[in-house]
Nanobody
Framework: QVQLVESGGGLVQAGGSLRLSCAAS????????MGWYRQAPGKQRERVAV???????NYADSVKGRFTISRDNTKNTIYLQMTSLKPEDTAVYYC?????????????WGQGTQVTVSA
């Protein structure tokens, strides 16, 4: 089992920045892909960014150039640096972890952290 705990959400004005963190514990040796998803009210959960143990990454088109995902394997922690935030980035952000090679699959989820961007 893997436990994920997010931190760093909050309220920010449009154009501002936030950094999210997600610390994994438990059977972390099994994790390959970690990532961030988000879900806005009335919308489906969408993948924002993922990073493999090899440090290769994938981003949603909507955040490319604005968000950066990073990973510290020694701390079993990932980060999401969000810049140039827009009101449409408002959502609950969830950390995910997957044990397989498919970056689209998540086996574990965090509890979520709210990000609110005001206009």
């Amino acid at each position: 089992q893997v436990q994920l705990v997010e931190s760093g959400g909050g309220l920010v004005q449009a154009g501002g920045s936030l950094r999210l963190s997600c610390a994994a514990s438990g059977s972390t040796f099994s994790i390959n892909v970690m990532g961030w998803y988000r879900q806005a009210p009335g919308k489906q959960r969408e993948r924002v960014a993922v990073i493999r143990r090899s440090m290769t990454t994938n981003y949603a088109d909507s955040v490319k150039g604005r968000f950066t995902i990073s990973r510290d394997n020694t701390k079993n922690t990932i980060y999401l640096q969000m810049t140039s935030l827009k009101p449409e980035d408002t959502a609950v952000y969830y950390c995910s972890a997957g044990v397989g090679l498919d970056f689209r699959r998540a086996d574990y989820w965090g509890q979520g952290t709210q990000v609110t961007v005001s206009a």
